[in-house]
């Protein structure tokens, strides 16, 4: 029957659709939602999908609705388990409260950043802030 | 169903595209093609820290630097209906085939012989069936000389 599967031994999302699915984007966004569709371009369709913030061990979730998202922005993809799903070691807050915390925790990130970069100018190495991918970082 | 195919369902409805570099585009979908490339009718642009807005009548936005795009819930039950009416057809379609080839066999059962007959004759034109027609020929002359004989 294998033989037969020209899908057999490569790697594939067909399973996973119709499945509750949590999705990282390049950008550093994650999605979770239920995979209906899926392209050879990996191209996705996700519905009843909720963005979901994380800032140290709390997490918020804002509802997002039905997105199309083009193949070539998503990092990984992986099923969600839904027994896991229940205890996880995370505590939930409201939307309003997530979007603080993550732009406190931005604020963070600048203020080291720029101190970093003082540091190192004061050493005679000019830094870019520019040019500095965060993602990467 | 693929993602553009959605895409393509959703012409004419309120979309959400937001670009690789941040932007957002809000506005209604005109057209779209199979490299995602699409028209926006009445849009409404947003900087990507979201403090600064271009309104625009129109514009066209390149697929290759789409990062996704949201659309209405409504878009995919709509695309479930048109499945079901699909699938709906087709086992009608398929139930017509069904009885239809049953027939077709009966038929063919009962009259094989005129078929390749027929076909033979139709065939007689290429170069490559001269051998055969001979052979059949011949074989239709044997026949016919044994009738003959059979008669003396």
Known sequence: MDDLNPLAGTAHLLEEVDKKLMVLLRDGRTLIGYLRSVDQFANLVLQRTIERIH??????????????????????????????????????????????????????RQEKHRLVS??????????NAELINEDFC | MLPLSLLKTAQSHPMLVELKNGETYNGHLVSCDSWMNINLRDVICTSKDGDRFWRMPECYI???????????????????????????????????????????????????????????????????????????????????????????
């Open chain 1, 55 to 108: 800032v140290g061990n709390q997490y918020g979730d804002i509802p997002r609705g039905v997105f199309i998202i083009r193949g070539e922005n998503v990092v990984l993809l992986g099923e969600i388990d839904r027994e896991k799903e229940q205890k996880l070691p995370l505590k939930e807050i409201s939307v309003d409260e997530i979007l603080d915390a993550q732009r406190r925790e931005q604020e963070q």
């Open chain 1, 118 to 127: 003082k540091a190192l100018k004061e050493r005679g190495l000019a830094v």
């Open chain 2, 62 to 152: 390149r697929g290759s630097t789409i990062k996704y795009l949201r659309i209405p819930d409504e878009v995919i039950d709509m695309v479930k209906e048109d499945a079901q009416a699909k699938s709906r057809n087709r086992t009608e379609l398929n139930k017509n085939r069904v009885a239809n080839s049953a027939q077709n066999q009966r038929a063919a059962r009962s009259g094989n012989r005129n078929n390749f007959g027929n076909r033979s004759g139709q065939l007689s034109g290429g170069p490559g069936n001269n051998t055969q027609r001979v052979g059949v020929s011949g074989q239709g002359n044997r026949l016919l000389a044994q009738n003959n004989k059979n008669r003396k």
